[in-house]
């Protein structure tokens, strides 16, 4: 179980998913990429952030969230005293598609259930944030709306999985920025929640990943 490794055993884990991510010719977005872009930050994250894809900037640096979206992120974070060193980050899918248009349903199921579930194995996070509504879509039901259940969390599986807006659509629409800061701020107080109740078997039935395909 990964929740036995250590976390030079963690790293080394997840750059080897990362080694598979660079090769990977699983899907079309493979062919018109410049750099994969695995994700980053600590091997044991108590909080995994999970995007849509990458865009122009992290196709460029092969790093997550490093463009105005970026910035922003770091922003919130540093609101509620942490820096991206102490989380990690991460896309549903690991190549920019082109044009940034949306991921196709192929291109996230074969993302997810190749990489992404492996990294969320190993890194065992005790929140995952959901960064918009294509991630969001992998643990909610296929009718809900980011609009409407965004800061609400969903306890399962041991840990909480918490919705809340794609930073480029607060960019876009800054209405959406007290909303955004007031669903950060609640972030420490839902993990100390699950620390405390870690213990706790009755949890939800496990999401149904990819429910909507």
Do not use: W
Not at 84 to 94: E, G, L
Not at 160 to 166: K, L, T
């Amino acid at each position: 179980m990964s929740d036995t490794l250590s976390l030079e055993e963690r790293r080394a884990a997840l750059e080897q998913i990362a080694q598979e991510i660079r090769a990977c010719q699983a899907c079309p977005l493979h062919s018109a990429r410049t750099r994969v872009v695995p994700g980053a930050g600590r091997p044991d994250a108590e909080i995994l952030f999970i995007g849509e894809a990458p865009g122009y900037h992290e196709d460029q640096q092969g790093l997550p969230f490093v463009g105005a979206s970026g910035k922003y992120l770091g922003e919130l974070l540093a609101m509620i005293g942490l820096t991206r060193n102490d989380v990690f980050i991460t896309n549903v899918v690991k190549c920019r598609p082109p044009g940034n248009r949306d991921p196709l349903p192929t291109e996230i199921d074969t993302c997810v259930k190749t990489y992404l579930n492996r990294q969320i194995e190993i890194i065992r996070p005790k929140i995952i944030v959901t960064l918009g509504r294509f991630s969001m879509a992998l643990f909610f039901p296929p009718t809900a709306r980011i609009t409407k259940v965004h800061g609400q969390p969903r306890r399962a599986d041991g840990r909480i999985y918490y919705p809340v807006f794609h930073p480029a659509a607060v960019l876009r629409n800054m209405n959406l920025r007290p909303a955004m800061e007031a669903d950060f701020r609640r972030m420490l107080d839902l993990l100390k929640e699950v620390e405390a109740t870690s213990n706790n078997t009755h949890d939800e039935p496990p999401p149904k990943q990819l429910s909507l395909f």
